[in-house]
C-alpha cells in the first residue's frame, strides 16, 4: 500500500503541473495514462464499470466523476483531478483540486476549506476513535466556513480492490460506526459544494454536477490507521 500510495502521489503531481489554460480535459487524461504507464501499474478507473477514461478531470460546478473529453479550461477555473492506480496488487487513489490563474477569493476559500476538511478527517483516523469520528470532522470544518458538503459520494475502504467496506460519509454526528484499528487503509474524500450540498449526474452516466451550478471542490488521500496518529500513504 505505501509503494502504491507513494506511486499515486508522483503521477498526480505530474498530472497537476501538467494542467494549464487552453487545454481539453482530454488531454489531461492522455497525459496521466502516459505518465501511469511509465510507473508500471495500471489505472484503477479505465473500465471501471464501463468508465471510460484513465482519470477524473472535473471543472468548476463538476463535483466528481468528470469524464474527460473536450471541454477546454480556462483562466480562473478550478480543476479537481481523481487519480486511481493498481500496482503489484494493491490500490491507491487520491484527488487534488488546483486553480487555474486567480480565481475568485470565494472560490480559494472554497477549495483551502476543501482541503483543510481533508486533513480535519485524516487527524480523526486513529486506532480507538469511530468512523463517523472523521465525517463529523469534515463536515464541521466545511460548516464552519459556510461550505456544505455532498453526501451522495463518499470515501471507501482500499486495499487489494478500489472499492472496499467501510463507506466513510463526510458528514454526521460523531462516535458511531466501527472502532478504527491500527492498520485500516481508507481513502478519505470531501467534496465540499460552495452552495447546497445537492447533486445530479449528467445524461453521460459519470459526471455529478452541483444541482445550484455554483463551484465544488474535491480532496482525497489514502491513509493508513496509526496508534497515535494517521499515516498518509499518497505523499511524495
Not at 484503477?44 to 471510460?52: C, N, S, T, V
Not at 486495499?159 to 478504527?180: A, D, S, V, W, Y
Not at 489514502?222 to 498518509?232: D, F, L, M
Amino acid at each position: 500500500m505505501r509503494a502504491a500510495g507513494h506511486i499515486v502521489a508522483q503521477i498526480c503531481e505530474q498530472i497537476v503541473n501538467y494542467i494549464g489554460p487552453g487545454m481539453v480535459t482530454a488531454e489531461i487524461d492522455s497525459f496521466a495514462a502516459k505518465v501511469i504507464a511509465g510507473y508500471g501499474a495500471k489505472s484503477a478507473f479505465l473500465g471501471y464499470r464501463g468508465y471510460p477514461a484513465s482519470i477524473c478531470v472535473s471543472v468548476n460546478d463538476e463535483v466528481v466523476h468528470g469524464v474527460p473529453g473536450r471541454r477546454r479550461i480556462q483562466m480562473g477555473d478550478i480543476v479537481s483531478v481523481d487519480i486511481g492506480i493498481v500496482k503489484d496488487s494493491f490500490y491507491s487513489d487520491m484527488a487534488k483540486t488546483v486553480m487555474i490563474g486567480a480565481v475568485d477569493l470565494k472560490v480559494m476559500e472554497l477549495v483551502g476549506t476543501a482541503e483543510k476538511a481533508l486533513y480535519a478527517g485524516i487527524a480523526k483516523a486513529v486506532a480507538g476513535n469511530k468512523l463517523s469520528d472523521i465525517s463529523h470532522a469534515i463536515e464541521e470544518c466545511a460548516r464552519r466556513a459556510g461550505f456544505s458538503v455532498v453526501r451522495q459520494f463518499v470515501g471507501h475502504g482500499i486495499g487489494r480492490t478500489m472499492h472496499e467496506e467501510p463507506q466513510i460519509l463526510n458528514f454526521g454526528p460523531p462516535g458511531k460506526g466501527p472502532i478504527l484499528k491500527e492498520g485500516m487503509t481508507l481513502a478519505i474524500e470531501p467534496m465540499v459544494n460552495m452552495g447546497g450540498a445537492e447533486v445530479e449526474v449528467l445524461n453521460d452516466g459519470w459526471t455529478a454536477v452541483t444541482c445550484d451550478s455554483r463551484p465544488s471542490a474535491h480532496f482525497e488521500h489514502t491513509v493508513a490507521v496509526g496508534a497515535k496518529s494517521a499515516e498518509i500513504l499518497t505523499q511524495v
